[in-house]
């Protein structure tokens, strides 16, 4: 978890004891359901998930986030980050995830103090046919450490069970973990504390190998924390979240050597422009594209210290600069057109008349719906994946008080009609079916715009 150690930056007037409570009850009973989500982004949607590190095992992608959770009485401090366990995502396209569960959890950690609530942002990586996930929180010896180390736990698949090794690594000071296995073999940890160090480990990925070494020529100034270091066309890549300004945004800096000394190179995603005062990444390449593993505070707009994963596409530029990532709600990956198509995750907008809006305040993981306001509002959704047989009719679960027409393109503004929905008069939502007039196999844009001036709002399409 990436944050600030000034705790005065963090307070906030927090809701009522109530909506805590409730709240609480809700994401721990969209926790238990887990299983299967089809997202963009936010990635993770029944649980608020931050520092994402992202690994591909065996052919498919996995995500070891931290879990934000909401304070309540006995659990965690009001208006700070509170963090119990962790819980293991993966995708085969990254567009459908699923959840595999809790995989640590703070209270059966022998050396971790109990009620603690600081699981921080972990890693994971394989060697040698074992899965090594590293974590940072408080011990229960302060004789190890006054403040925050650096714990393993092992296990034979990514999803685990994972083993919590009896004590923490010794001689780490810090939170954040961050591993990297170069070409030789040579396994290396990356942590902060204030800055950022780096140091060898042993081949048993359970001690190091070496004494910490501060890494050199990075910012002086402003806090610098969750390093993330990859390797290309033989050049180190360390990256890691910086308060230059006000809050984080994510730099990267390069070197011939994983332990530096680094040059600071530029920033590869800037603040936030809502105002959420943390990021922490990860980067990823899958079948020569790169992608950027980040969050943001998507479903608490309100309150930064709950967070929700998010990814975007990352491209380099031919002199190996990392090209400025900006920060998408349609995400990456192909969507099915015979999945629920959550246009609120959109690709494009209309300047007018259309906007977005939660389902219900009181509820944020239902997520979002548009809302057409008049015949200007517009909303485009690229990649969706319409296959090659013939889908006959469109659903659309929507509702208009004073009914409206709604009309579905492929491929832009002036593309081909697909459908045209007429949507009943009603103040509650409804599923309302109408035949294609016409079919495109193959991947298109889709564009939903409303045809009439009475407002109308869009939970999702369905094709069939």
Known sequence: MTASFDFTLYLKILPSMLK????????????????AAQAQNPIITNQFTADPTARAFNGRVYVYPSHDIPAAPGRGRAGWFV??????????????WTDHGVIVTQNKVPWVKPDSYSMWAPDCIARNGKYYFYFPTTPKDTTINKGFTIGVAVADKPTGPFVPQPMPIKGVRGIDPNVFIDQDGQAYLYWSQGNIYGAKLKENMLELASEPVTLGELP???LK???YLF????TYYLTYPHVANKTERLEYATSTSPLGPFTVKGVLMDESPTGCWTNHHSLLELKNQWYLFYHHNDLSPNFDKN????????FFEPDGAIRKVIPTLRGVGLTDAKQKIQLDRYSRLSSKGATIAFLDTANKFQGWKTVFANNQGWVQYNGVAFGK???KTVTLRTMAAAGATVQLRADGATGPVLAQVTVPKGSKWQ??????????????TLVVASKTNSPVEIDWVRFE
């Not at 609480?24 to 887990?34: H, M, N």
């Not at 963090?83 to 459908?96: I, K, R």
């Not at 967070?307 to 990352?314: C, E, G, Q, W």
């Open 389 to 391: 047989q013939t889908l």
């Open 220 to 222: 002086t100034k402003g």
């Open 83 to 96: 963090m119990e366990d962790y819980h293991v995502f993966s995708s085969a396209n990254l567009t459908d």
């Open 307 to 314: 967070r929700s994963v998010r990814i975007d596409s990352l």
């Open 20 to 35: 805590h409570k409730l709240s609480y009850i809700l994401t721990g009973l969209a926790c238990l359901v887990g299983g």
């Open 225 to 227: 924390e969750g390093p």
């Open 231 to 234: 390797k290309r066309n033989g």
């Open 431 to 444: 599923e309302v079916k109408a035949p294609l007039s016409v079919f495109k196999p193959g991947t298109h």
